[in-house]
């Protein structure tokens, strides 16, 4: 367990091994839960992308029309690691 200190003015400096097994970044940020009896839950903020965003993500890159067939069997490799 990692023991934090915080400052006069309520401010934590996490360790680099703490960040990076969060995987935060500089100019990363923190999501904080807080739990009953005073505990709370850390994790690294993870952006929310829009379908709009993912649908306009190639736009103008290739001019290939893929079928739904071909989109499917990215997506599957894609979470599968194969990708």
Known sequence: MAALTVTTRGQVTFRKEVLQHLGIEPGGKIEV???PDGRASLRAERPQGT???FIGLLAGRTSKV?????????AA???A???
């Open 77 to 79: 490799q894609g979470w």
């Open 51 to 53: 379908i709009a965003g």
């Open 66 to 74: 893929a079928t739904l067939e071909e989109l499917e069997d990215a």
């Open 81 to 83: 690691g194969l990708g």
């Open 33 to 35: 839960d807080l739990l």
